[in-house]
């Protein structure tokens, strides 16, 4: 049998025999609302508070679930439509009553798309910052009757390296360790590893 019999959209009876298919469409609703779940959760202060869900916040949403996982829901999971899953009902109990919200009956199948799902692509690349950035600047020169006259824009990459500012104090230095002001102040040495010059078609 080919492997795309397997493959069903969220309305295709080979959801229950397969994984799942995406559109290119469905991929760029979820990356927009992933977006919108970081702004609206964020700032992250590790990893795991990123993926996992917050006990101790103050909207229940938060508690429930991580910003992947309610992404996934909201764009994906929740609009499977009753061919596929009903709506799960709550839990008897007050201490759980909470627990469930919204949720399709089919959560956990091999085609409803969990946060480990994603996770499993992004693991291996993921990290708590980035040490590598692209910085974008913009200039502009003005004439005595303040007319702009001359535009200007470039791009620098710069490499963030293991070693301090000051050579004095070793990479393995923890931050509350340093003696260093340079190194309180500044921290990692950067280096600039790339600039150009852009034209107005790339801004």
């Not at 508690?63 to 992947?68: E, Y």
């Not at 839990?91 to 089919?106: L, R």
Request: charged fraction near 25%; charge should be neutral; include cysteine.
């Amino acid at each position: 049998i080919s492997p795309d019999a397997f493959k069903g959209g969220s309305r295709d009876a080979a959801f229950w025999q397969g994984w799942r298919e995406l559109s290119a469409k469905d991929l760029d609703d979820l990356a927009k609302e992933i977006v919108v779940q970081i702004r609206e959760r964020g700032p992250f202060f590790s990893l795991a508070d990123f993926v996992n869900r917050n006990p101790s916040s103050a909207k229940i949403d938060h508690q429930r679930k991580g910003a992947l996982q309610a992404a996934l829901d909201k764009v994906l999971n929740n609009k499977l439509g009753s061919d596929i899953g009903r709506l799960a009902e709550n839990p008897p109990g007050a201490q759980f009553s909470a627990a469930v919200a919204g949720e399709n009956q089919t959560a956990g199948h091999a085609s409803y798309l969990l946060q480990g799902d994603l996770l499993q692509s992004l693991s291996p690349v993921m990290q708590v910052r980035s040490d590598y950035f692209r910085i974008r600047s913009y200039g502009e020169a003005r004439d005595k009757n303040g007319n702009v006259i001359a535009k200007a824009w470039c791009e620098a990459f710069v490499q963030r390296s293991s070693n301090y500012v000051d050579p004095s104090e070793k990479p393995e230095t923890a931050a509350l360790d340093l003696k260093s002001a340079a190194n309180t102040t500044f921290g990692r040495k950067l280096h600039l590893v790339g600039f150009r010059w852009l034209s107005p078609s790339e801004i």
